[in-house]
């Protein structure tokens, strides 16, 4: 992948700064360094391959780059977004161990603790992802690329693994990922499937769509279904209107992306499933990912297998 001079600036600034100082300005942090605001906002197209996950999450930690994930450090696992305050969490940790296909936990913060520990180093949950949703009395209320203005000493976080994960391994295996493909983000549904509820958390499942060649369809369930920890093998194969999706041309996050002849869509498990929830159920204050904008994690897909 191709390197622009600009990015390639933007990425040594952004690995100096860390050197130096031992992380990397935070958004919010920027606003008060002029300088940093004036570097320019990174597109997928300018990240290189070999890029760690480390350093991409410094350059998303400086709010260069706040687009989806898809593609970005492959090999390594990404992973949704859930926080809520502690007395909603136990009852989403709960819904989560009773749904681990659409919930798959990776890492769960301590009360009030604004960093994941395990699945990376030097990961700071407010500024990491690159783009969130904050939702108030279950409406979102604001989409920011920080929520560390919004941290509170009583929130947890939950870390949930991603389809972007093992997309990189069916990439390896000659599986087009069609909305890395046509530039956009990955399909998202929400499903006539029902979640097992767990106290006071409840709502329908959300799925991701990936056309497949029908002749590919075997080995994709194969790969994904190897990896439980970023959803696993698909929920359902064909006909979208068995699962509750009226149109598949409108997602309900997302893009659409064509679906050639000869080719299924495929339906996995997906960590927008959280949001589901939360708009159902309504807790008074509850952030997460923007759909498709990832925490790129230092865990390796290899490490999730069975």
Request: glycine share 8%; with cysteine; net charge negative.
């Amino acid at each position: 992948m191709r390197l622009w001079p600009s990015a390639a600036r933007s990425i040594q600034n952004a690995t100096t700064a860390y050197e130096v100082a031992g992380a990397a300005p935070t958004k919010r942090q920027k606003d008060t360094r002029g300088s940093t605001m004036a570097q320019e906002q990174l597109s997928i197209s300018d990240i290189p391959a070999n890029i760690t996950p480390r350093e991409m999450r410094h350059i998303i930690r400086e709010g260069r780059f706040s687009g989806p994930t898809s593609g970005l450090c492959p090999g390594h696992a990404q992973g949704n977004l859930i926080v809520l305050p502690k007395e909603d969490a136990y009852d989403f940790l709960l819904f989560a161990m009773r749904n681990p296909k659409p919930c798959p936990i990776l890492e769960v913060s301590e009360v009030g603790d604004r960093f994941f520990h395990t699945s990376s180093a030097d990961c700071d949950i407010a500024n990491d992802f690159p783009r969130y949703r904050v939702y108030r009395d279950g409406v979102m209320v604001d989409d920011p690329t920080s929520v560390e203005d919004l941290w509170r000493d009583d929130l947890v976080a939950f870390l949930i693994g991603c389809s972007f994960s093992f997309e990189s391994e069916l990439i390896e295996a000659g599986i087009e990922m069609r909305h890395n493909t046509q530039g956009r983000n990955v399909s998202m549904y929400i499903t006539n499937i029902a979640c097992e509820p767990a106290g006071k958390m409840s709502g329908n499942m959300v799925v991701s769509m990936r056309p497949i060649p029908y002749e590919q369809v075997v080995r994709a369930v194969q790969i994904s279904g190897a990896i439980p920890k970023v959803h696993g093998a698909p929920i359902h194969i064909g006909d979208p209107s068995v699962i509750g999706i009226d149109d598949i041309s409108k997602p309900d996050f997302g893009d659409a992306v064509d679906i050639h002849e000869g080719e299924v869509p495929v339906f996995w498990p997906c960590g927008v499933t959280p949001q589901s929830v939360v708009m159902n159920v309504k807790p008074k204050f509850a952030i997460t990912h923007a759909p498709g904008c990832m925490l790129i994690t230092d865990t390796k897909n290899i490490s999730l297998k069975f």
